[in-house]
């Protein structure tokens, strides 16, 4: 079994930048991709970034060029980095970690960050 703990949500002004965390523990040797989802009140949960073990990165449309996802393999944790945040970012953002190589990991979810940004 796998656990995730997000961390670094918050409230933000647009324009601004947050930086996420995710930290990984259990049975991390068996996770390939890592990822970000997020869910506006009324909206279904969307893929916001995913990164592989080695690094391969996939992000959605809204959010390229500005968020960065990254990973850091020795403390188990993937980070997303996020500027020039707009107001339609504002959702609650969670960590996402699978077994296989896919673009949209979904074996394991943590508990959820809220990112508010207002306008």
């Known amino acids: 079994q796998v656990q995730l703990v997000e961390s670094g949500g918050g409230l933000v002004q647009a324009g601004g930048s947050l930086r996420l965390s995710c930290a990984a523990s259990?049975?991390?040797?068996?996770?390939?991709?890592m990822g970000w989802y997020r869910q506006a009140p009324g909206k279904q949960r969307e893929l916001v970034a995913s990164?592989?073990?080695?690094?391969?990165?996939n992000y959605a449309d809204a959010v390229k060029g500005r968020f960065t996802i990254s990973r850091d393999n020795a403390k188990n944790t993937v980070y997303l980095i996020m500027n020039s945040l707009k107001p339609e970012d504002t959702a609650v953002y969670y960590c996402?970690?699978?077994?296989?190589?896919?673009?949209?990991?979904?074996?394991?979810w943590g508990q959820g960050t809220q990112v508010t940004v207002s306008s």
């Open positions: 259990g049975s991390i040797s068996s996770i390939n991709a």
């Open positions: 996402a970690a699978d077994r296989t190589w896919t673009r949209r990991p979904n074996d394991y």
């Open positions: 990164i592989t073990r080695v690094g391969s990165t």
